[in-house]
T-cell receptor, first 111, second 116 residues
Framework: GQQVMQIPQYQHVQEGEDFTTYCNSS?????IQWYKQRPGGHPVFLIQ?????EVKKQKRLTFQFGEAKKNSSLHITATQTTDVGTYFC???????????FGQGTRLTINP | DTGVSQDPRHKITKRGQNVTFRCDPI?????LYWYRQTLGQGPEFLTY????????KSRLLSDRFSAERPKGSFSTLEIQRTEQGDSAMYLC??????????????FGNGTRLTVT
């Protein structure tokens, strides 16, 4: 079945350093979504990527969708303590209504 | 938009007991999902409803699990004869739109189940 892998599982950085998480799917995706889950909270939608090679930016966050629509990445520039949390990618295959989530990358920051 | 509401927030039960959780989605959302999340893992898909129809169910879901959405509004998830391996956070999510729509999932705060 469809699998979505995410690396790394954990990342600890100093405040101000950059952070990147990578997502790979075993199948070609129709679209990919990114979510953030704060400690003790529930996943909250960040962004969706649909087109091959698409790049979207939200302030210090940059999201990319691979040309083959099987991988994606999230890059945070100059992390801040408010960026702490677990970042999940979630992929959907064409015609399917369910989103398959990766295992997440937990980001912790040393102030 | 009052958000997705789940009840209860926490449930502690003894092995072998039945439990039922409730989810009230965002009112205009016709699609409702149940996911399960264990510590350090991403949400794992359980089942999906479009209006009152249950259109997909994970093969990982045993016969002890059943979900309903009788009037296409709120949904219930029941686990019969609970096992310690059922301990997890059960997340409900809803989304708007019809087939092929790519709208985001809106999650509730979840029900944390502990089976002793």
């Amino acid at each position: 079945g469809q699998q979505v892998m995410q690396i790394p599982q954990y990342q600890h950085v100093q405040e101000g350093e950059d952070f990147t998480t990578y997502c790979n799917s075993s199948t070609t995706l129709s679209n990919i979504q990114w979510y953030k889950q704060r400690p003790g909270g529930h996943p909250v939608f960040l962004i969706q990527l649909v087109k091959s090679g698409e790049v979207k930016k939200q302030k210090r966050l940059t999201f990319q969708f691979g040309e083959a629509k099987k991988n994606s990445s999230l890059h945070i520039t100059a992390t801040q303590t408010t960026d702490v949390g677990t970042y999940f990618c979630a992929g959907a295959i064409q015609g399917a209504q369910k989103l398959v989530f990766g295992q997440g990358t937990r980001l912790t920051i040393n102030p | 938009d009052t958000g997705v509401s789940q009840d209860p927030r926490h449930k502690i039960t003894k092995r072998g007991q039945n439990v039922t959780f409730r989810c009230d989605p965002i009112s205009e959302h016709n699609r409702l999902y149940w996911y399960r999340q264990t510590l350090g893992q991403g949400p794992e898909f359980l089942t999906y409803f479009q209006n009152e129809a249950q259109l997909e169910k994970s093969r990982l879901l045993s016969d002890r699990f059943s979900a309903e959405r009788p009037k296409g509004s709120f949904s219930t998830l029941e686990i019969q004869r609970t096992e310690q391996g059922d301990s997890a956070m059960y997340l409900c999510a809803s989304r708007a739109g019809g087939w092929g729509d790519r709208s985001p999932l809106h999650f509730g705060n979840g029900t944390r189940l502990t089976v002793t």
